[in-house]
C-alpha cells in the first residue's frame, strides 16, 4: 500500500489549504483512512479520520469547525480541506490507512498500519 501526500505549503493565519493523500489500490472505499499531524516538539495528534465507505468524519477538538475531512472513491484519494488556519496549526501533516473497523472518535496512532510520507504545512 502506498499513500502520497501533496498540497500543503505555506499560508498566513486565517488562510486554507487543502492537502490530499492518494492511494495505490482501492483502499478508500474498503478502509479508514485518518491524516494526523506532528508540530515542532509536539507528539504525533490525531486529526480527523474517515468512514470506509461512506462519509461519516471525526476530528480533533482542536480542528473542529474549520477542518473537514472527504474522500474521492473513483481517485482513491482522500483530501483535509483546512480553513481559518492558525500558526498552531504548523506541522507535518500524515495519512494513515486503518483497518476496515470504525471507532467513531479521534483517531489514534496505534490504530493504523499504513503510513504516507507527509505534507508540511507552515502557518505565519
Known amino acids: 500500500v502506498q499513500l502520497v501526500e501533496s498540497g500543503g505549503g505555506s499560508v498566513q493565519a486565517g488562510g486554507s489549504l487543502r492537502p490530499a493523500c492518494a492511494s495505490s489500490?482501492?483502499?478508500?472505499?474498503?478502509?479508514?483512512m485518518a491524516w494526523f499531524r506532528q508540530g515542532p516538539q509536539k507528539q504525533r495528534e490525531g486529526v480527523a479520520a474517515i468512514q470506509p465507505g461512506t462519509d461519516t468524519t471525526v476530528y480533533a477538538d482542536s480542528v473542529k469547525g474549520r477542518f473537514t475531512m472527504s474522500q474521492d472513491r473513483a481517485k482513491n484519494t482522500v483530501y483535509l480541506q483546512m480553513e481559518n488556519l492558525e500558526s498552531g496549526d504548523t506541522a507535518l501533516y500524515y495519512c494513515?490507512?486503518?483497518?476496515?473497523?470504525?471507532?467513531?472518535?479521534?483517531?489514534?496512532?496505534?490504530?493504523?498500519?499504513?503510513w504516507g510520507q507527509g505534507t508540511q504545512v507552515t502557518v505565519s
Open positions: 489500490e482501492n483502499v478508500v472505499r474498503n478502509y479508514r
Open positions: 494513515a490507512r486503518g483497518d476496515r473497523r470504525w471507532y467513531g472518535c479521534r483517531p489514534r496512532g496505534d490504530e493504523y498500519n499504513y
